[in-house]
Each structure stands twice: as structure tokens, then as C-alpha cells.
């Protein structure tokens, strides 16, 4: 897959700005169209096209909208757009909106300034921290040739495993999104030759074309689990504990359920689905290990991944992790993502991720056991400097999930769970809703959002002088905290 | 096993169009087309919603989702949507539009508030938000409790206990039996510091009181003006200000199970005097000691249950901060105090570590209350050392206030709280507290704990915002700017 334009879906979509053409002052000149970089004025000497606002970027470089100032006629009016103030939360600003949809349309960087498509307004996290770039990099690197991919099995047994880029797709399962939401997510993933997670749902034969990309995961309810789905993949899942709600379990909300998604989990269509927290048959580090050995007893050349939350507790379980013979340890951070949980969970309950990444790094080197555990961060990874970020804290890589959502026209109403489903046809199993988009266009968008996130990964790492993701491991030299003395030193600098 | 202790929720409807948070705009302009949007709404917002020209507001703005189908779609752009300044400017910087909005849905229909997505709010906040609560990866199956195998119990009791049980030659206790009251959550209803509370409002607090099995703390003098109903003076909990004379209250504190009077200096004959003209068939009441939450408390904190004070009740203002001084002996504070005051949970860990180095803590109830909003909010008071958690203003935004404060300058209430109907205020309150009843359990279950009163002080339960940084970020980046500091940085 190459990236190429993926148009938005939707009829209007939402700019920045609200550009009018006054029908009855414009003569169709022409003088806007030739006049705009950014391709919004279409018109003939027979027609003018509604302006498509929502390509501006902003006034020109002139600092003024050139449009504006060029049309003959007055004819053109541009004024900020009001529904931007509606747009977006404190971990999703509306820029960052923007960008990223920007993103998954064209597939390249956006021309703005880096922070707006990579920072948050949340005020703590990541969202305060910068990347320090030295003036000139010790090493002269071309970004073409950075090396983004990482390997996922550091131990004696199983398969290598690497994938090409440092993140993979965080578990959704079908029930909570359309299968189009699944096929779009695991072309693009297979496209970039990492991985997607079926989340805890059973695994459609949808995703069959896409075996050597999927991971399957096992969850408390081990909805669809059977033998034959542990051995089609490469990587297996074991999910203790979710970010967004930690210590509570799965829950998929009887609406929900319809008649395939019932005969994918072996349940009944309308009747709510509990995915009850914890695992009752795991009270202990052995307990854990004779969960990973089933597996591999099922699997031998299997990866396994245990993904669980950010109790006070992390360090431990992490380790326990690795005693018990997992591959992969997983955190999901308290800020993550979810189709539905307790608005109560998603604020409160468990530690961000930012806390937990340096937390457990620094315990997994003191144990000794850090070059043999891959470490994967999530809860919360929105851009590539939050990926940058989370490695240089101690991380080897990250798994999305919202971001993918965004790729696919998600505006985070937060309403995924109610009645129907996401009225955007993402996050639903609705017959009519999930038919708004098909798989191919979907794969496209997410594509190219994670090939725009690709080349910034490269050209940062080529900046600090890095030539792998890899040698940025724990690289917290390289990170500022705007709130921390060394911000001051960072600007004496 | 007790039977389970259950609340009953149902919806009950707005009496009043709440303030959405964004108002929908529809430009002139419209076709006629085949294919309206406004036929298209999954939520059937432009069918179920109206504009109601009494109220001036239109209920499609609070059932709008904001999926922005209209928006997008509509083939001649006339939707957008905006801000609503209204929605907006509710409330104070503390109690805070999305905190109104969220207490009343909850009042409204009873449920957890449940939704998609990751959590939209700022990374941490003041006060309350500076604290995450804990989890358990691997312990106890009490995720079950939530949907009925086991059970997570929320009740709490008030009163003293005897530090150690002592017997006499004969073998039987010699220890003093002292009162306890037990509540099914760890709630108390508050003093409402404003509104314009009517007879029905009174009313329904006691009868929510007694069908939730909690108590409600009432000015004694309105309890003898007005009455209670039938049956509830069980749960109240008259408030009798210091001067007061007991003597008029003989016959309600013979009902009661609790009272609630001001520290004072003849404190120790009024506690006496209490228990003497209490004569109660089933016991005399728990005696609460109300003090303000000021600097210095903890010292008069660890004096008052040196001299077997049964329970107190910290306040704070009704935001949450720290009061200046007890001056005045404002028991209802209706005024903030300064910014800069400490926040209820630091004021409150105090007293309870205070306690904990008398050797005393457990020998006596702590309620507090001022700034209780949410419910996570009585899970971490509880978790810095409550053991009852007070609430006040959630009662009245259960019933649709908007802290407006109108009530305060003598003007009229927006939503008429003065006319409440009993039987739809009762089932707000009851709603607000099922729901509430149903988070707190979420997060003991999370926790790995079944019974809310193992919670009382376990700060290792919860991660607070400053230990966190210091661990985890001070290692990498060094210290931490104070606030003035930051105020430069970029």
C-alpha cells in the first residue's frame, strides 16, 4: 500500500475556517481559484463550486487570505469557524483533530508547526514534555534510511517477531466496531507489517486473509477462544486489565449483541456480555505462568503479550510477567481508549501511562531482565511525538487504537456505546450504520495517517542522530519537561 | 448474610430544559429535500426535541450527541453548532458545568455514567483530581459483586468503639456500650449551605434519608417547626446550634439516633445532658461534634476523642478549601474561603494522622463534608481518612440547581426548588445516590476490596499527583517548579 489521497467521507467536512462566496457579487472570474495554494475555489465561467473550506490552512504567507484580498468583487468573506470551539477535548484538542484527519486524507505531514498536530492541551503528561533536539546531531543520518522496526520476542523460545514499525493495533473487538472498522485496521497494519489485535470478540473470518498480522487475544470471558484461533496467529494476547477500565472487565451492552456478533462469541444476540475482571483461575505469578505455558503448549512458536493496567503495583507485575515466561509486557495506561466504561474508571482509576513507563523500565534493568522483556506502552498515543516520547521515557514501543478511530472520521463524542452505536458507522455493529465506509477507503486513511507519523519518526530520530527506533530506548536525555528545573536548562541551552 | 442492600432507581423527568452544552444552529435556506438529516438522526433529536417558548430553550440542544451527522451532511450546509455561553458560566470554578451536568443525569436517570472513548479531561486538576485511586490486577473476584455473586458491602457505622473490649470478675463487659449507627453507605446528607429550600425539599431528603438508609443532618429548630414525616426520624440528625437551649428538643432527641451539636466550651455537660433527657427505649444517641475545618483542628480533633467525643464532623467551605478561622461559629460557611487554602483532603489527612499518632483513630467517626461533588470524590475523602462522607449541594443540583446562587441575593429560583413535588425530588435524591452507590462499588471492586469501611485511610490505595511526579518524572528531569516558576516558563 502506497499513500494517496483518501478523501473525508462526509459532505461537509470541517475546516478551520467558514469561506463564503457571495453569489451575488462573484463573476466567476476565476481569480480565486488561481489566486488559492491550497486548491478551495472551483470555478468555470458557467459555474463556481461552494468553496471548499475546509482545505485552508490559514491565511497565506503573506499573512493575509490572498483570496480574500485578490477577488475583484469583494465577493469572498473568511471567518474563523465557530464549530472548532465545540470540536475536540483536553487530550484531543480540535487542531489535533484536524491535523490528523489532514493526515489520513493526504498521508504527509501537515505544513504547520509540529506541536499543534502532536500536542494535547491536557496540561500534564506528555503534553508538557518536548523533545530537546541538539543543534547539530553527533552522527549525520538521512532519514530515509532510519530503521523503525523492533523486535517483539527477546527470549529463548518462540518465533522471532519483528515488526517494521514501533507500534501496533490495540485490541478491538468485533461487537464493539464494524468488521469494516477490523478489515481497515488490519490491512493497514498488515501493510505496514505490524500487527492488529482482535480485542476480546472471537476472530471473524474476515480477518483470515490477514493471519500472519492479527493477534489473538484472551481475555476473562475468552469469548471465541479455541485452539484453532491460538494457532493461526504469530502473537497472542493476554489481557489482564484495560486502561480505560481497570479492574472492571469487559462489558458489551446488550444492544450491541446482534445475531453475528452472538455467533461469534458462542453467546445470545441481545444479552449483555460480561468479560468479568479478574482472571478467576490466576491469583499468582505460577497461576500467570501456566496461563503463557497453555498457550505455548497450543502454540509453540507463539509470542505472548500480557497486557495489563497501571496499578501503584507495576513494576511487580511486570516482572511477574517475565517470570511467568511472556514475551511481551503490555501497559495500557489509565487515559486510554474504550468503547464503553464508567466515566468514573476512565478519570480515576489507575496511573497515566506516562508515570508507568520510566516506573517499570527502571525496575525491569534493575532486575536484570530488560533486554530479555519487549516493553510496550499505550493509553493515550496520539502522535508521533507521543510515540517518540513514550520510547525516550523507556518504552521499545506503543499500540494505538484512538488514533486509528480518528483516521476513520471518529470526533470522540463519547457516544460508541449508546443505543445503534457510533452514529459515524465506526464503532457499531448496526447493519445500516456500519455500512457508511468501506474497508478499502478505511485502510487507505490509516495508512496514511501512520505513513505522515512514519516519516516524522524518521526525520526526528535523524535529528537527534539516531539511525534505529531501537537506540532511543530510555533516552531521557533527550526529553524536557516544561514544568521541571531542567526546562530551564534546556533553554540556556 | 444480610439481605443485600439495593437501591431502586427509575427514571424521573427534568421538570425544567437543562442548558445543553452546545446549542444547534439552523440557517434559512432549507430545500425541501427528500433526504433531510433531520429525518436521519439516529438519536431522533429533531423529532423528540422542541423549543419551549415558557422556558426558552430547546430540549433538541441537551438530547443532541454531537456526532455532527447534520452538520456534515446537510446538502446545503445550515447546520453548525456552538458553545453554549449559558451552559458555560453555570456553577463556580469549583463546582463546574461538566460536574453540574453530570449529577444531573445522574439524578435523572439513575445510571453509572458510562461512555466512549478515552477520558477527555485534563491530565490533573486541583483538589480532588490530584488523586488516582488504585487497582488490582490479579486479587479477589470482586468484579462478580457487581453483578450479584459476591457482595461488596458500602455501609459504615458512626459512633465510638471501646479501643480494647475489658470484663469484669464475673466475666461480662466492663467496657462502656456506647451507641453505634449503621448506614448502608458512607453518606451523610449535609446542611445545605443555600437554596431555597421548601417544605417538599425538606421532606424528600428525609424520606430519600430513610429509604437509602443514611443519615441527614436538619437544623433541630426546623425539625420541631415543621416536622418530619412518619417514620424517618431514625435518619435525621438535628443540628443544634451552641446557645441553644436542649431543652426544648427532649422530645426529638428521644427519637433520634444521632445529634449533632457545636464544640463549645461547656461541650462535656451538653454531651451529658443530651444522653440524660434522651431517654430512648433502643439506646441514646450518637453525639457528633461539628467543627470547622481550620489550621490547628487536628490538636482539638485528638482533645475532643481524648475526652470520648463519639464522632465529628469536619467542614470544610463549600468548596472544598480549608476555613480560616471558627470565628463566628458559622456552622452552614456560606462563603468561600481564599484560593490558596488547602484543599479538604489534605486538611482532613491531617486530623486522621493526627488520630493515628494518639493511638486513637479508631475509636471514633469522622464525617466530612464541603466540596463532596462526585462520586469518586466520597471513594478519596474516605481514602485521606473520612469515614462518612457529607454532601450537600448534589441534593440541590439533584433537583436541578444550577448554583446560580440567586437564592442568595434574595432572588427568585430559576428552577423553583421552593415548589418541588415531594415524590419526584425524593426519587432525584434516590437516583443520585444509586447511582453513586453503584461507582463507589466499581471502585472498591477495582480495588480488590469488599467492604467501604476497609478503605478508611488506606492512602496506598490511591497514587496522589505529587508522589507521582516525584517518583516517576523527578529522577529524569529534576525538581519540580513551584507554581510562581511555572507561571514563566513557556
Known amino acids: 500500500m502506497k499513500a494517496k489521497e483518501a478523501p473525508e467521507r462526509f459532505r461537509n467536512p470541517i475546516g478551520r475556517y467558514i469561506i463564503l462566496r457571495d453569489p451575488d457579487l462573484c463573476t466567476r472570474c476565476g481569480t480565486c481559484m488561481r489566486t488559492c495554494p491550497a486548491g478551495v475555489f472551483s470555478v468555470t465561467d458557467k459555474l463556481a463550486l461552494r468553496p471548499r473550506d475546509w482545505l485552508c490552512p490559514g491565511p497565506c504567507e503573506s499573512g493575509q487570505f490572498a483570496c480574500v484580498q485578490a477577488c475583484p468583487a469583494g465577493a469572498i468573506t473568511v471567518r474563523a469557524n465557530p464549530l472548532l470551539n465545540t470540536l475536540g477535548d483536553f487530550r484531543w484538542p480540535a487542531e489535533l483533530i484536524l491535523d490528523t484527519w489532514e493526515m489520513a486524507r493526504s498521508g504527509r505531514t501537515p505544513a504547520a508547526d509540529e506541536l499543534r498536530y502532536n500536542l494535547g492541551n491536557s496540561g500534564g503528561g506528555f503534553d508538557r514534555m518536548r523533545l530537546r533536539f541538539p543543534d547539530k546531531p553527533a552522527k549525520k543520518v538521512d532519514p530515509a534510511k532510519v530503521d523503525l522496526s523492533i523486535a517483539l520476542n527477546r527470549r529463548q523460545h518462540g518465533q522471532p517477531l519483528t515488526i517494521g514499525v514501533p507500534y501496533y493495533g490495540g485490541g478491538m473487538s468485533f461487537g464493539s466496531v464494524s468488521s469494516s472498522t477490523m478489515i481497515s485496521r488490519a490491512r493497514a497494519f498488515a501493510s505496514l507489517n505490524s500487527l492488529v489485535c482482535t480485542g476480546e470478540g472471537g476472530y471473524p473470518t474476515v480477518l483470515y486473509p490477514y493471519d500472519h498480522h492479527v493477534i489473538t487475544q484472551v481475555a476473562t470471558g475468552l469469548f471465541g477462544v479455541s485452539e484453532e484461533t491460538i494457532q493461526r496467529v504469530r502473537m497472542v494476547e493476554f489481557k489482564y486489565a484495560q486502561g480505560a477500565k481497570p479492574g472492571l472487565g469487559g462489558h458489551l451492552l446488550g444492544d450491541k449483541v446482534t445475531a453475528s456478533v452472538a455467533r461469534m462469541r458462542e453467546a445470545v444476540q441481545g444479552s449483555a456480555l460480561f468479560s468479568p475482571f479478574p482472571f478467576h483461575s490466576v491469583y499468582s505469578v505460577e497461576d500467570h505462568k501456566k496461563h503463557v505455558d497453555w498457550i505455548l503448549a497450543i502454540n509453540p512458536d507463539a509470542v505472548v503479550s500480557v497486557k495489563v493496567s497501571t496499578p501503584t503495583d507495576v513494576d511487580m507485575v511486570a516482572v511477574g510477567s517475565y517470570y511467568a515466561g511472556a514475551h511481551v509486557i503490555h501497559l495500557d495506561g489509565s487515559y486510554g481508549g474504550t468503547g464503553a466504561a464508567p466515566d468514573i474508571a476512565k478519570k480515576n482509576i489507575a496511573m497515566p501511562i506516562e508515570y508507568a513507563i520510566p516506573k517499570v523500565h527502571g525496575f525491569l534493568r534493575d532486575e536484570g531482565v530488560r533486554e530479555k522483556m519487549t516493553f510496550i506502552a499505550s493509553g493515550g498515543i496520539r502522535s508521533a511525538h507521543d510515540i517518540i516520547k513514550a520510547i525516550a521515557l523507556g518504552a521499545d514501543g506503543v499500540v494505538t487504537g484512538t488514533a486509528d478511530m480518528m483516521a476513520l472520521g471518529c470526533i470522540r463524542c463519547g457516544a460508541c456505546e449508546s443505543g445503534r452505536g457510533c452514529a459515524r458507522g465506526i464503532a457499531t455493529t448496526d447493519d445500516e450504520l456500519a455500512q457508511q465506509f468501506d474497508p478499502e477507503w478505511g485502510a487507505q486513511r490509516i495508512f496514511n495517517l501512520f505513513n505522515a507519523w512514519n516519516s516524522q519518526l524518521r526525520q526526528i530520530l535523524a535529528r537527534f542522530g539516531l539511525t534505529s527506533i531501537t537506540e532511543l530506548v530510555g533516552r531521557t536525555d533527550l526529553l524536557t519537561h516544561l514544568d521541571y528545573e531542567s526546562s530551564e536548562l534546556a533553554h540556556d541551552d | 448474610m444480610p439481605a443485600r442492600y439495593h437501591i431502586i432507581v427509575e427514571p424521573v423527568a427534568d421538570r425544567f430544559i437543562s442548558p445543553g452544552p452546545r446549542i444547534a444552529i439552523e440557517r434559512d435556506g432549507c430545500l425541501g429535500c ?18 419551549s417558548p415558557e422556558q426558552l430553550r430547546d430540549s433538541a440542544d441537551s438530547l443532541c450527541r454531537n456526532c455532527l451527522w447534520c452538520v456534515q451532511q446537510c446538502k446545503r450546509v445550515l447546520f453548525s453548532r456552538q458553545t453554549n455561553p449559558e451552559f458555560e458560566t453555570m456553577g463556580d470554578a469549583y463546582w463546574r458545568p461538566r460536574i453540574i451536568d453530570a449529577i444531573w443525569s445522574q439524578a435523572k436517570d439513575g445510571r453509572v455514567p458510562v461512555s466512549g472513548s478515552g477520558y477527555t479531561g485534563p491530565f490533573t486538576g486541583p483538589g480532588f483530581d490530584q488523586i488516582w485511586t488504585d487497582m488490582s490486577e490479579i486479587v479477589r473476584p470482586t468484579r462478580d459483586g457487581i453483578h450479584g455473586r459476591e457482595y461488596i458491602n458500602a455501609s459504615v457505622d458512626i459512633g465510638r468503639r471501646p479501643s480494647r473490649l475489658t470484663f469484669d470478675r464475673t466475666g461480662n463487659l466492663s467496657c462502656p456500650d456506647y451507641p453505634l449507627v449503621n448506614m448502608s453507605l458512607p453518606i451523610v446528607i449535609n446542611l445545605l449551605p443555600f437554596g431555597a429550600v421548601g417544605e417538599s425539599l425538606s421532606e424528600a431528603i428525609a424520606l430519600a434519608a430513610k429509604q437509602l438508609d443514611i443519615l441527614a443532618v436538619r437544623l433541630a429548630c426546623e425539625l420541631t417547626e415543621h416536622g418530619w414525616p412518619s417514620d424517618t426520624a431514625a435518619h435525621m440528625v438535628p443540628y443544634i446550634r451552641a446557645g441553644e437551649s436542649l431543652e426544648p428538643y427532649a422530645e426529638l432527641l428521644s427519637q433520634v439516633r444521632a445529634v449533632e451539636i457545636d464544640d463549645a466550651v461547656d461541650l462535656c455537660e451538653r454531651i451529658t445532658r443530651i444522653k440524660k433527657i434522651s431517654a430512648r427505649s433502643n439506646g441514646e444517641p450518637v453525639v457528633i461534634v461539628r467543627l470547622p475545618l481550620t489550621p490547628g483542628i487536628a490538636e482539638r480533633a485528638v482533645e475532643l476523642t481524648r475526652a470520648d467525643v463519639e464522632a465529628l464532623h469536619l467542614y470544610a467551605d463549600y468548596q472544598g478549601r480549608e ?43 469522622l464525617i466530612v463534608s464541603g466540596g ?87 492512602s496506598g490505595r ?22 510562581k516558576e511555572k507561571a514563566k516558563s513557556p
Not at chain 2, 462520586?375 to 443540583?397: F, M, R, S, T
Not at chain 2, 418541588?420 to 471492586?445: C, K, M, T
Request: net charge negative.
Open chain 2, 323 to 365: 476555613l480560616q478561622s471558627s470565628a463566628g461559629g458559622d456552622s452552614c460557611p456560606e462563603v468561600a474561603s481564599p484560593g490558596d487554602s488547602r484543599f479538604v483532603t489534605d486538611a482532613v489527612a491531617e486530623v486522621h494522622e493526627a488520630l493515628i499518632r494518639a493511638g486513637l483513630r479508631d475509636t471514633l467517626s
Open chain 2, 462 to 483: 490511591a497514587m496522589f499527583f505529587r508522589d507521582l511526579e516525584r517518583e516517576s518524572f523527578a529522577p529524569i528531569f529534576g525538581r519540580r517548579l513551584d507554581e
Open chain 2, 34 to 51: 427528500l433526504d433531510c438529516v433531520k429525518r436521519q438522526c439516529i438519536y431522533d433529536v429533531f423529532k423528540l426535541g422542541g423549543y
Open chain 2, 372 to 458: 463532596i461533588a462526585l462520586a469518586e470524590h466520597v471513594a478519596k475523602i474516605i481514602i485521606c481518612g473520612a469515614d462518612v462522607a457529607g454532601v450537600d449541594i448534589p441534593i440541590l443540583l439533584a433537583n436541578q440547581c444550577r448554583v446560580c446562587l440567586n437564592c442568595r441575593r434574595g432572588q427568585p429560583c430559576p428552577v423553583r426548588i421552593d415548589t418541588v413535588e415531594l415524590d419526584w425530588s425524593r426519587q432525584r435524591i434516590i437516583n443520585l445516590f444509586g447511582s453513586w452507590h453503584a461507582q463507589i462499588i466499581e471502585v472498591l471492586g477495582a480495588m480488590g476490596l469488599r467492604e467501604a469501611r476497609r478503605l478508611r485511610g488506606e
